[in-house]
């Protein structure tokens, strides 16, 4: 099992690989444009290529996250419009970069309600995204939400209907936030509520699709429906509700990326991700180790 984080790209994407190396992850997340903006990532052939060299060097799996903007639940075509276009970028550069996939939010219905006609139009929206290019084998990773307003996919039955309305396609996954998923009411922190959470996971999605698990402990007791991140082991989750989840066998190969505040409000750090791999350590489970940095600082100049 890898212990990740979402790190940041400015200054160019491959330099999220030294930043990461530096607070011991082992797996990355990031973004190719500004998260709260819809203009669309713009990036030279050379700083693919680049990134390329430095993430085969690094060794390790990496996700983009999508931009927050985005919602497909949204009535206005013109939102839909931009919503799909920025995925469709999105997904277009991590077909050329290596990336396993693109963790997004469906978004929110505002009101109108998750019917039939709701699940059909997002599963249409998504399925073009995928019919672009068939030989692209990003897959587009939808993520549970806190369940916060009309939020659509807080429970794995409204993922499950999209994913199903979309034909289960094999190029699409799910990423499992857990801050989020406490927040819905899934009791995930102890080891009967996580068995019966992955049970309707399961059914609903199927385990297959588990790609990614967003580490996040949570300020908020269970079932408050609110997004809000904690440090390992600081918030309700605790350090006993993440050893339950690291010692689930259904997490063995699924990387856990960190989007926590960090100790010192700086988002993922060395010590978020240190609580983990202790976590990791004490579970028995084996560290797939990091190449030395030069490895990772000679392929960005190669
Ligand atoms: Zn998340
Ligand atoms: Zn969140």
């Known amino acids: 099992m890898r212990i990740g984080a979402h790190v940041s790209s400015a200054g160019g994407p491959h330099l999220v690989f030294e930043r990461a190396w530096a607070i011991g992850a082992e797996a990355v997340q990031l973004f190719i444009g500004a998260p709260q903006q819809w203009k669309l990532p713009t990036l030279t052939d050379e700083q693919v290529d680049r990134f390329n060299r430095v993430r085969v060097a690094s060794g390790m799996p990496v996700f983009f996250h999508g931009v927050y903007l985005m919602n497909f639940g949204s009535q206005d075509p013109a939102i839909l419009e931009k919503s799909q276009a920025s ?32 699940v059909e139009r997002i ?46 396609p094999p190029r699409v996954g799910i990423c499992l936030d857990t801050c989020h998923a406490y927040a819905m009411g899934y009791d995930i922190a102890t080891p009967a509520g996580l068995d019966a959470t992955l049970e309707e996971f399961d059914r609903e999605l199927g385990l297959k699709r588990l790609v990614a698990v967003h580490a996040n402990d949570t300020k908020l007791p269970i079932g408050t429906f609110r997004d809000r991140h904690e440090n390992i082991g600081d918030g309700h989750l605790g350090f006993d509700g993440f050893r339950t989840l690291i010692c689930h066998p259904a997490f063995a190969d699924v990387p856990f990326l960190l989007e926590v505040p960090g100790v010192n409000g700086g988002g993922p750090d060395a010590e978020n991700v240190q609580r983990l791999k202790l976590l990791r350590s004490e579970a028995g489970l084996d560290s797939p180790g990091l190449p030395p940095l030069d490895d990772i600082r000679r392929a960005a100049e190669s």
């Not at 990336?99 to 997004?104: A, K, P, R, S, Y």
């Not at 469906?106 to 109108?112: I, Q, T």
């Open 87 to 118: 995925l469709l970028a999105y997904h277009r550069y991590a077909g050329r970069m290596g990336i396993v996939g693109t963790i997004f939010h469906v978004g929110s219905h505002l009101g109108a309600g998750f019917d039939g006609a709701m």
């Open 123 to 168: 599963a249409g929206l998504l399925s073009a995204v995928l019919e672009d290019d068939a030989s692209n084998p990003a897959l587009l990773i939808l993520e549970n939400n806190a369940g916060q307003g009309n939020c659509i996919g807080g429970r794995f039955g409204e993922l499950g209907a999209i994913v199903r309305a979309m034909g289960s």
